[in-house]
């Protein structure tokens, strides 16, 4: 009798500079998790979505941040980002469910250089959300912005 044994629990955690160049380091990092540990059909969406949290905890925080990478039990990823800003962007300031209730967000104009990540992660990712951190023991306060993204079953073949 085949038995199948659930996949492996995996966590990362990577601590990013305020740098520049954070974003790539994220990349690179989860391009090698992924390639270890799957699901590679996620990668692309991964590494587009995780790049703008980090991007913006760059832009929009004044030290260092947190990337986190662990898969969830269906089989997916969950990344997480922390910064030191205690704002909450919008979408992420509402849970995914009430946006169905607001207007649909202005996009950027054209010519504009920002504005489109957190809508882009919005869009692709299959669950999202982020909260305020209070102090803690470590000193730690901020926030946590994060998505989820499932893989896709695949389609069946025709015959």
């Given at each position: 009798m085949?038995?199948?044994?659930?996949?492996?629990?995996?966590?990362?955690?990577?601590q990013?500079?305020?740098?520049?160049?954070?974003?790539?380091?994220?990349?690179?990092?989860?391009?090698?998790?992924?390639?270890?540990?799957?699901?590679?059909?996620?990668?692309?969406?991964?590494?587009?979505?995780?790049?703008?949290?980090?991007?913006?905890?760059?832009r929009?925080?004044?030290?260092?941040?947190?990337?986190?990478?662990?898969?969830?039990?269906?089989?997916?990823?969950?990344?997480?980002?922390?910064?030191?800003?205690?704002?909450?962007?919008?979408?992420?300031?509402?849970?995914?469910?009430?946006l169905?209730?607001?207007?649909?967000?202005?996009?950027?104009?054209?010519?504009?250089?920002?504005?489109?990540?957190?809508?882009?992660?919005?869009?692709?990712?299959?669950?999202?959300?982020?909260?305020?951190?209070?102090?803690?023991?470590?000193?730690?306060?901020g926030?946590?912005?994060?998505?989820?993204?499932?893989?896709?079953?695949?389609?069946?073949?025709?015959?």
């Amino acid at each position: 009798m085949d038995t199948v044994s659930p996949q492996t629990p995996w966590s990362y955690v990577l601590q990013l500079p305020h740098d520049p160049r954070a974003p790539r380091v994220a990349r690179t990092t989860l391009r090698a998790v992924l390639a270890l540990h799957g699901p590679t059909e996620l990668l692309d969406t991964a590494e587009l979505l995780a790049c703008e949290l980090v991007t913006n905890a760059y832009r929009h925080s004044d030290g260092q941040a947190t990337l986190r990478l662990r898969h969830t039990e269906d089989g997916g990823l969950r990344v997480s980002v922390w910064d030191n800003n205690p704002l909450i962007p919008a979408p992420f300031d509402r849970p995914p469910g009430a946006l169905a209730l607001l207007p649909t967000p202005t996009p950027a104009a054209d010519t504009a250089e920002g504005g489109r990540g957190l809508l882009l992660v919005r869009e692709c990712a299959d669950n999202w959300g982020g909260y305020p951190l209070g102090d803690d023991l470590s000193g730690r306060s901020g926030k946590l912005l994060w998505f989820e993204l499932t893989p896709k079953p695949e389609l069946a073949r025709a015959a």
